[in-house]
């Protein structure tokens, strides 16, 4: 699958559901790899809010994120269109605080992008694919999520409130390719307890009966009704036999599940990829949705740095034997500290030093508790990217590289006999003039011991030899 991003822009505006804002929203064709960001073009320098679960700084009555100064409230339901239709990459431009509320749903949403349409990317998706289940679980309030592997992106959610208008009810969407006619057009809701509230505090400034479902769960006597329908500024509210604030005709049977599973795909949408996996969720909300996103985010990273760590099989055949090392570097024993190239591309190498302990600085370096000096991890790392390098001209013989600058190095594992010292190193910047900037990562197992970014020149020694045969010539 290939990552997609709009054809061209959308436009929309709004009022926010809790600021009261009237806020216009541009959604714009972003290039590859770069994910949901928000712009707040209304701030001095426009700063950017990335759509990061780690970002999130409320969830009380939605999901509000912060970055670089700049909030921005209600993301859920734009980020679940977006991911529902499985666009990957989009600016979100906005000239105010909170995303519109529409009809509190993601359908007008959804029904703009589709408008003008998404168009195909030349990076591949990349998936975060869930190898076990992964677990969250509130007891108190009866809450338990569960992502469980699957090569698919199913959702399912179970909520009982305890409500004779509501019960339980559970909703579940088998494919994204159903977000847009089951799931898109359920609204937000709340109860009639909550709305009091919610007005008590200042809160739903943008609150329509037109934008949201209100449950009455209780009796309300003729005068309540008068004063609700002063805060809406409506000429009559009413309730019918249902319990539904001025007898708005639900979408769907069990709206409100399908609603709280927009809510689920829009918070996941914060992990930062898209995931394969069954999703479970009984009683679900904002606060529980971002701590379950997080959870598997942490997973992801935890992968990502495994990802990092190089393999070494002993059985396989290297790229570079100690002899051949040996040629393509200046160094001899007793300072040739690689052993072997298993691994070698146009921007990384991998190569393995065995530690044995009759190596010779361990008879000067601690020797009733032998310790690989620091600085020779370094050094052996160096001359792997040495490699790298050299491996790229005809002549090595010819070439020595030398050290110009040592940065951030971190050494956090002891190296000892008997282990293998597998080094890797990385170009960060294409080579200029000589001068090469690599990181340096060194790794027993998949322990990372050694660490570090330094900046060398290969600079030629000497001029190659003529061929015999041209010597040959010249003097006949």
Known sequence: MKQTTLKGTVNLSG???????????????????????????????????????????????????????????????????????????VLIELDGPEIP????????????????????QDAEREYFV???????????????????????????????????????????????KDFQQEIAPSRTFCFLHELEMLLSQNLIKGGDLSNAIVIVDRHVEDNELEHLAQLFNKPKVEVRKEGILNNVDLRYQNEPARHKLLDLIGDLALIGMPIRAQIMAARPGHAANVAFAKKIKALIKKKRAKADIPHYDPSKKPVYEHS??????????????????????????????????????????????????????????????????????????????????????????????????ILRMELIAPIRRGVCIMKGSAYVGEKLVTEAEMVAQVIRDKAPAEPQESVAATAN
């Open 324 to 421: 051949e090392i040996s040629k393509l570097l200046p160094h001899k024993f007793p300072f040739l500290l690689v052993d072997k190239v298993i691994e070698l591309t146009a921007n990384h190498v991998v190569a393995v030093k065995n530690i044995t302990g009759d190596q010779y600085f361990f008879q000067g370096h601690f020797p009733e508790n032998p310790i690989m000096p620091g600085v020779l991890q370094i050094e052996a790392l160096a001359q792997a990217g040495g490699v790298l390098v050299l491996s790229k001209v005809p002549d090595p013989e010819n070439y020595s590289t030398y050290f110009m600058k040592i940065d951030n190095a971190k050494f956090k594992e002891k190296v000892v006999p008997g282990d293998t010292l």
């Open 101 to 120: 509320i529409m009809d509190g749903s993601a359908e007008i949403f959804v029904n703009e992008i589709l408008k003008v349409g998404s168009i195909e």
């Open 15 to 89: 009022v926010g559901l809790h600021t009261g804002a009237l806020v216009n929203m541009v959604l714009k064709p972003a290039a590859e790899n770069h994910g949901y960001k928000f712009q707040r073009v209304d701030i001095e320098g426009a700063p950017i809010v990335d759509a990061d679960v780690d970002n999130v700084v409320d969830t009380s009555r939605g999901t509000t994120i912060e970055q670089n100064g700049a909030r921005v409230y209600t993301v859920e339901h734009i980020l679940a269109a977006l991911a529902g239709l499985e666009i990957d990459n």
């Open 130 to 176: 869930v190898p076990s289940n992964i677990h969250y679980e509130e007891d108190d309030k009866g809450l338990e999520m569960i992502a469980m592997p699957l090569d698919d992106y199913r959702l399912t959610v179970m909520v009982d409130y305890n409500s004779p208008v509501l019960g339980s009810q559970h909703a579940s969407v088998m494919s994204l």
